[in-house]
């Protein structure tokens, strides 16, 4: 078999042309139409793509921005190309140019397959530049995929029997948006005051003053989502696996937009600038994934996901909150043709004192299933029945153990099944 | 419905998987007349090229300083950044200065007093007095 040139694929991201767009735009519907119709092309035209350029633009360059400083006193360190300041972000020919970038991609140990201009590119998000050929929506939908397949197979089988909703968290808390920005911190990416041609290529690039409308999320928006969210209706969870985006959460740009109108504008921004900040920054990393995958091929950017994702720590233990852990126990027990539970008292001290302690252990016949030490009897067994419950949950086969995408690679050691679980004791 | 999720964040270890050098960028401050910068310049001209190319990591700014006394400024991912004044120093003394400011975190120094230290819970587990043979008194 040939062997496959991933580099040749990529080549058509260097040389962006501005050609119409592919029909195929995922979540098309989501998409505010104000952003569509405020692409115009023809203001558009860059310079810079590697297209013939029209005569009138190089004949007519468009007025540098001129903020009254005397460059003869203080000449600037970069000179700029024509036009470049009028740009929504910096020309991707600066790239080469840029410290903070060649530092960024030395930092992060990519491989110089990766262009330089690439990595800039995945450092504008779409709030900062509209076009698409030059922000990173497109690199960061292949990233967050790529992310969120990777972290979500390493999580079942790493741990086979948790709950959806557990699950749902245990994703978000290594791939939300939230945890992504930290990634994205502890990278040393900083951010530009404001967006433009003229910044530095090497800093992240977003506007908290016009949301963008970039799609690094699958799942539909519901018709039902207003009653969802003010009448609280209820929605199975399978419902959510089919709607909401890969965390479980509801989709409501509307929403998101009315409270962007709703925004006082003050001088540190609020919650919600805040969060628009930690998106452009999730988005960020993600698109730098996206980028390793496109220039350098998969091994590479799952090797990368497993160093800079995975490899966080997230204590699952502590997202469980049990409503009802006895009766949860006492059914798990009837599935699993175990004997029924029983709570016995171990240990006792100072029951007649201001501070007793119980120790209860739960018994299914002669196998201990968990104990737990509190100071009331009911606590301690309600504690006891949630430390059998998560000793179920969290069972594990071991800490390496095979994922299905590790056949992908040549040379692969043979497949051992994963394990899989019968599902959730009670359902919702 | 019994179980709910309560959101947590990851944490990040550097060093477990990926690490990531903290010193992000260095600043070097120089003066061409005055006697206290005479080692630095002599470390700019000799030293500096092959310091810098090996460490792409870091991003590396040169700039005059004139009539005050040469500078390294190291800026790190937390925000924090160091300065230290290298007058009347050496090339190699700056050379030893500059991996200083290099190999640190940003974290404000502390005293520390215990031999390890650790985000991860004990293996062994926290002693009990309900468990085992108890203490004869």
């Known amino acids: 078999m040939k062997r496959l040139r991933l580099d040749r694929w990529t080549s058509p991201l260097l040389a962006a042309r ?57 000449p600037p360190l970069e000179k700029l190309p024509p036009g470049a300041a009028s740009l929504p972000s910096p020309p991707p020919e600066r790239a080469l140019r840029s410290a903070k970038l060649a530092a960024l991609k030395a930092r992060l140990a990519l491989p110089d397959r990766v262009p330089l201009q690439t990595l800039a590119r995945a450092l ?3 709030s900062a530049d509209q076009n698409r050929l030059f922000n990173n929506s497109s690199l960061a939908f292949v990233g967050q995929t790529f992310i969120n397949y990777h972290v979500s197979e390493w999580l079942l089988c790493r741990y086979p029997r948790l709950p959806m909703k557990i699950l749902y968290a245990a994703m978000k808390g290594y791939a939300g948006p939230i945890s992504l920005h930290h990634v994205a911190r502890s990278w040393g990416i900083e951010h530009a005051a404001a967006p433009g041609g003229e910044v530095d290529p090497g800093l992240l690039q977003f506007s908290m003053h016009k949301p963008g409308d970039a799609f690094v999320a699958l ?48 001088e540190y921004g609020n919650e919600y600038t805040r969060m628009l900040a930690e998106n452009a920054y999730a988005t960020c990393v993600r698109a730098v994934v996206g980028t390793l995958y496109a ?131 009670v359902g919702r | 419905m019994t179980i709910k999720a309560l959101q947590q964040i990851s944490a990040g270890r550097n060093g477990v998987g990926a690490f990531i050098l903290q010193c992000k960028r260095m600043d070097f401050h120089y003066c061409d007349w005055a006697g206290s910068s005479k080692g630095m310049n002599g470390f700019i001209k000799s030293l500096l090229p092959k310091f810098t190319a090996a460490h792409p990591q870091v991003e590396f700014s040169i700039s005059p300083r004139p009539r005050k006394h040469p500078v390294i400024v190291a800026h790190y991912i937390n925000g924090h950044s160091r300065s230290q004044c290298v007058r009347n120093l050496e090339p ?27 985000a991860n819970p004990s293996v062994r587990g926290v002693w009990s007095p309900y468990h085992g043979e108890g203490m004869k008194v």
């Not at chain 1, 590697?50 to 009138?56: A, H, Q």
């Not at chain 1, 009653?227 to 209820?234: E, F, P, Q, S, V």
Request: proline share 7%; charged share 30%; with cysteine.
């Open chain 1, 295 to 425: 220039h350098a091929g998969r091994e590479p950017a799952k090797a990368f996901v497993k160093a800079h994702i995975l490899a966080r720590t997230l204590e699952i233990e502590r997202l469980f909150s049990f409503k009802h852990p006895t009766r949860e126990l006492s059914m798990l027990c009837a599935r699993e043709d175990f004997e029924a539970p029983v709570a016995r008292l171990l240990s006792e001290t100072g029951r007649l004192s201001r501070t007793p302690v119980y120790n209860v252990g739960i018994f299914s016949g002669g196998d201990k299933l968990g104990e737990g030490a509190a100071a009331s009897l009911d606590h301690a067994r309600a504690k006891a029945a949630m430390n059998a419950l998560m000793s179920w949950y969290l069972y594990s086969p071991g800490e390496n153990v095979s994922v299905p995408s590790d056949m992908l690679e040549d040379g692969a050691k043979p497949w051992t099944p994963a394990y899989i679980d019968m599902g959730e004791v």
């Open chain 1, 219 to 266: 799942g539909y928006r519901r018709s039902e989502a207003d009653h969802l969210k003010h009448n609280k209706w209820r929605h199975s969870l399978s419902n959510s696996v089919v709607f909401d985006d890969d965390f479980g959460d509801l989709i409501d740009t509307q929403d998101q937009a009315d409270k962007m109108r709703a925004r006082p504008d003050t």
């Open chain 1, 124 to 126: 504008v998000d779409a």
């Open chain 2, 92 to 118: 190699y003394s700056i050379l030893q200065k500059a991996e200083e400011l290099r190999d640190a975190s940003g974290e404000p120094l502390r005293r520390v007093t215990k031999p390890v230290q650790s």
């Open chain 1, 18 to 74: 501005p050609a119409p767009c592919p029909a195929s735009r995922p979540r098309a519907a989501l998409r505010p139409t104000t952003a569509a119709s405020a692409f115009s092309r023809g203001t558009a035209v860059r310079y810079q793509s590697t297209d013939t350029t029209p005569e009138e633009h190089i004949a007519a360059p468009q007025e540098d921005y001129d903020d009254g400083t005397d460059h003869v006193r203080f």
